[in-house]
């Protein structure tokens, strides 16, 4: 019975649409006052009788515009909106497949019409540095989320692991109405706010807040997103619930609740699971896989996201976590926000790996396996203090505090074999380590402004104070084979104390030569860090069954310092279309260490360096714009490098710094093009980055033939660079006003050139990778979406030394996302992966196909939905990886969360907007 529904459903959607008309309607937009062509003018159809969108475009840089799409309306109504110019707005008869308007002059905006209101319903506006986007022009699903809305935007991609990118420029903050919303954390703000309460999505360059005040040329390269709340829904309450359990024991839940008072804005989110996921699903496909925004995952099985620890990447994790965000004003002078979070995790993992070490004459084998669990607590309050004293002078502060205890066993197990698969070494290893870190930190900058010609003063003051104390019982056994056997066995305990204090301050003066145009800045950094590192092992004695034996070898005593004094100066120019920036800055640099217990190795040395750097860009018109950056830094090798004396830590691997290294000199150049054509919905990007270093700090080991021990230490070479150039183009069709295909294509290629040691042999490695792609989206809204991607790499490495052989690889990866919209508010999702790589080592899967599911039905009155969703439906869910580099091959597989079935069921709650709602759309119009 439902199939025969789903089939009528589509049979009336077919026929409705063959009773539609094609049209084409051209016209130009002009100034009324002196006939110029307006570039970038939003020009738009709607239907008369409920003031839908039907289609819309942008004018060209010649005022041209061109709106083809199909109807079956008698009459629509045509709508011209530009800044700074009255809207426009006729009634155009579609009566026949051309239709040509001729000039539609729009008059200039005068202080007379200010009793009037004139509200735009342009779904998208072009503003001087400002994207706006009108959200009742775009249409979702129902119960449709930031996310699923920031989708539909022309120009606007998301990418598998949540980054939003906006004309090819990421995005790095998410604003609503203005202000942080839980620590600018995106995956927070897009997955849990709704689209009915947001107005309007502005994208602009990202700026810090002086850079706002000053009126400074911020991030070019990267943009912020603004939610604003519709005015009747900035106060009330609003939020959503939900809960699943599922097969194998597997649950997860999630709350949040908001309540906004205009000004005042407190929310609050709880939730946990089992499923490796950050703690706040709502049970969506989209977050099966875990992940989000600015998530780093590690070896140990834990995993952050925007700095909050939780635990698992490889492995299983049991996370929870709850937070609470506020924001208000106090005043017309002083904005307030602040959130604070508490996690809590537990990881489980196993992982095995096999490693082949090729040397310059020979080559040798490792096998390990281990087993780690991982519990993890941590408390974080971020605050921020933007205090405008008047309109020339505002002070931001923003102090954060941070606290974590984790608890770690680790067990492991690792053997190393020779080229003739003898075994030469082995060790086990069980260690429980216990672990606390504090951390504060502390942002404060005064900016004054000077005058209406763009002179400001700037001082900036960041500190951070962090102190980290373990406790590590450890036991090894590490024997070494052959004609001088060898036994380590090691029953310690190590009392871990680490303590760093960094200070910097900047001072910047901006003098302008041309008013708003050309400005001369006057700098000065000064900074200071401070690390302590107290490391005390005493070893076990038998006698009095206590930790007691003091270990001089495997303790340190050491107090870092690092202070740098850099002067400089800045030139900038910028227009509407240009803007260029130079800078230098003269590097006085002293690093000193205080060795407690080995006098001898103590290090001071000072650097001195020029640091340059640059940027230009250009906007051929709105659509388009080209930008480079070129940046000269000088990195000093680290204070551990340059320490003579031998850590023995690892009784298979002594490593010893070198006094005598220089500082890396690394020139970076990168270059980018975007451009997004409205009319013809394409979007093109490309951009290339190259790095190359002289006296690159690289590491040096010697691998002894019979016992394979290693000693490691550093040396500078010269002739290390790497880069990348990537390419990506997309285009839409729009079949009717229903169905939509798109089409992306793209390449990913890398490069790489590094100089290196081979047991004490020197040598140079290539590496370039080749990373086309392929995608295609076919939307029926509200119907079914079927978007399939493909992507193919080869990847080529080559050595200028014998014993080394060139290498290719290749891999391929499938993904197929599919939604249909099904009657009686069913909707039906999947995401199907492919991945086949045909260099991974016999024993570890080569293939897999990776399918998640889920079926969700809408219920009271769409306020509701139960859903039930499959994880990995195939039951092939592998963590088999290969990593090549220029000496080593390695395969490893750990833990992964397998198949499971969970119930879920979400609901929504909305009081926003009781008071103050408008009638209709609420917009008017001046013809």
């Known amino acids: 019975m439902r199939k025969l529904i789903f089939v009528a459903t589509l049979l009336s959607c ?9 049209f084409k309607i051209t016209g130009k937009i002009v100034s009324e006052d002196d006939q110029t062509p307006l570039e970038a003018a939003t020009v738009y159809l709607e239907r008369k009788k409920d003031s839908s969108l039907v289609t819309y475009t942008i004018s060209n840089k010649d005022g041209g515009f061109e709106l083809e799409d199909k109807t079956s309306d008698e009459n629509l109504n045509l709508l011209v909106s530009y800044v700074g110019y009255q809207t426009y707005k006729q009634q155009v008869a579609i009566n026949k497949t051309q239709i040509n308007i001729g000039d539609i002059k729009l008059k200039v905006s005068t202080d007379a019409l200010d009793e009037v209101l004139i509200k735009s319903s342009a779904p998208v506006t072009i503003k001087k540095d400002t994207l706006e986007f009108n959200v009742s022009s775009f249409k979702t699903k129902k119960d449709a989320n930031v996310e699923d809305l920031l989708k539909q935007l022309p120009g606007v991609e998301i990418d598998d692991e949540g980054k939003i990118k906006v004309n090819g420029k990421e995005v790095n903050k998410i604003l609503v109405n203005g202000k942080p919303f839980f620590g600018n954390d995106p995956s927070i703000t897009t997955k849990n706010l709704t689209k009915e309460i947001i107005e309007k999505i502005q994208v602009v360059d990202t700026k810090t807040k002086s ?3 000053t009126g400074e040329e911020g991030d070019t390269e990267n943009k912020t997103i603004n939610l604003t709340i519709k005015e009747e829904n900035n106060k009330g309450v609003f939020g959503r619930v939900a809960a699943g359990v599922g097969t194998d024991k597997r649950y997860e839940f999630a709350g949040m609740f908001n309540r906004f008072d205009n000004d005042q804005r407190v929310s609050v989110l709880l939730g946990g699971n089992n499923i490796n996921s950050p703690g706040f699903s709502f049970g969506e496909i989209e977050k099966m896989f875990g992940g989000g925004e600015n998530t780093w ?9 925007n700095g909050r620890q939780f635990g698992g990447g490889e492995g299983i994790t049991t996370s929870k976590l709850a937070g609470t965000n506020y924001a208000d004003n106090f005043g017309e002078k002083t904005e307030v926000a602040a959130d604070y979070f508490y996690s809590k995790s537990n990881s489980e993992n196993d992982k095995s790996s096999q490693r082949e070490t090729i040397l310059s004459d020979s080559r040798y084998f490792s096998n390990s396996r281990s087993t780690s669990s991982n519990d993890t607590q941590s408390h974080t309050i971020n605050t921020d203090f933007e205090i405008k004293i008047d309109t020339t002078f505002m002070i931001n502060v923003k102090p954060s505090f941070a606290f974590s205890k984790t608890t770690t066993d680790y067990v492991s197990e690792d053997e190393t074999l020779d080229e003739n698969l003898t075994l030469t070494n082995q060790s086990s290893l069980n260690s429980f380590v216990e672990s606390k870190l504090n951390n504060f930190s502390n942002e404060i900058s005064a900016t004054k402004k000077f005058g209406n010609k763009g002179a400001y003063l700037k001082f900036e003051i960041d500190n951070s104070f962090n102190k980290n104390e373990s406790d590590d019982y450890i036991n090894s056994n590490s024997e070494v084979f052959g004609t001088s056997p060898e036994t380590i066995i090691r029953n310690q305990f190590t009392d871990d104390s680490r303590k760093s204090n960094d200070f910097s301050t900047d001072v910047t003066y901006r003098l302008p030569i041309k008013a708003k145009e050309f400005f001369v800045n006057f ?29 001089e070898a495997l303790s340190t005593d050491f107090n870092y310092t690092d202070v740098k004094s850099s002067p400089g100066v800045q030139l900038s120019y910028r227009n509407e279309k240009f803007s260029a920036r130079f800078g230098m800055d003269y590097i006085f640099r002293t690093l000193k260490n205080k060795d407690g217990l080995r006098p001898q190795f103590d290090v001071e040395r000072d650097f001195k360096a020029i640091e340059m750097s640059s940027n230009f860009n250009y906007k051929f018109s709105k659509k388009a714009s080209v930008y480079a950056n070129y940046r000269l830094r000088n990195r000093p090798p680290s204070l551990r490098q340059l320490q003579a004396f031998e850590d023995v830590s690892n009784p298979l691997n002594t490593i010893v710094g070198n006094p005598n290294l220089e500082p890396t000199n690394e020139n970076n150049l990168y270059v980018g093009f975007n451009a997004y054509n409205w009319q013809e919905r394409t979007g093109f990007y490309m951009y290339a980055n190259l790095t190359k270093s002289n006296n690159a700090v690289v590491s040096k080991t010697i691998v002894d033939p019979e016992t394979l021990k290693r000693t490691t230490t550093y040396d500078n070479v010269n002739g290390n660079q790497n880069g990348y150039f990537g390419l990506d183009y997309s285009k839409s069709f729009k079949i009717d006003s229903l169905r939509t295909i798109r089409v992306k294509i793209g390449n990913w290629t890398n490069f790489s050139k ?8 020197q040598y140079a490695s290539k590496s370039v990778g080749f990373n086309p792609n392929v995608g295609v989206d076919f939307i029926w809204k ?4 079927v978007k399939p991607r493909y992507r193919i790499s080869f990847t080529n490495n080559k050595y200028d030394i014998e014993a080394f052989n060139d290498r290719n690889y290749t891999s391929h990866n499938i993904d197929i996302n599919t939604a249909f919209f099904l009657p009686k508010g069913f909707e039906w999702r999947n995401d199907i992966t492919y991945n086949y790589n045909s260099n991974i080592a016999d024993g570890f899967q080569k293939s897999a196909w990776f399918w998640n599911a889920s079926l969700a039905y809408s219920v009271l009155k769409d306020k509701g939905t139960l859903s039930l969703k499959v994880y990995d439906l195939l039951n092939q869910n592998t963590n088999a990886r290969r990593r090549a580099t220029q000496d080593y091959i390695e395969d490893t597989q750990s833990t992964v969360l397998r198949q499971y079935f969970m119930l879920n069921f979400s609901w929504k709650f909305n009081s926003l907007g009781t008071k103050g709602e408008t009638e209709g759309n609420g917009h008017y119009y001046v013809d």
Do not use: P
């Not at 995952?297 to 996201?305: D, E, R």
């Not at 000065?524 to 007691?548: A, I, W």
């Open 754 to 761: 590094n100089i290196n040691y081979n047991n004490n042999v």
């Open 523 to 551: 700098e000065y950094e000064y900074q200071y860090n401070k690390d302590e590192n107290t490391k005390s092992t005493y070893d076990f004695d038998e006698t009095t069954n206590t930790y007691n034996s003091f270990n």
């Open 211 to 213: 850079e706002a005040f």
């Open 14 to 22: 077919v026929f409705s649409y063959s009773q539609s008309k094609d």
């Open 297 to 305: 995952f590690n070896s140990n099985g834990s995993f952050s996201i």
């Open 782 to 785: 509200d119907v079914f979406e």
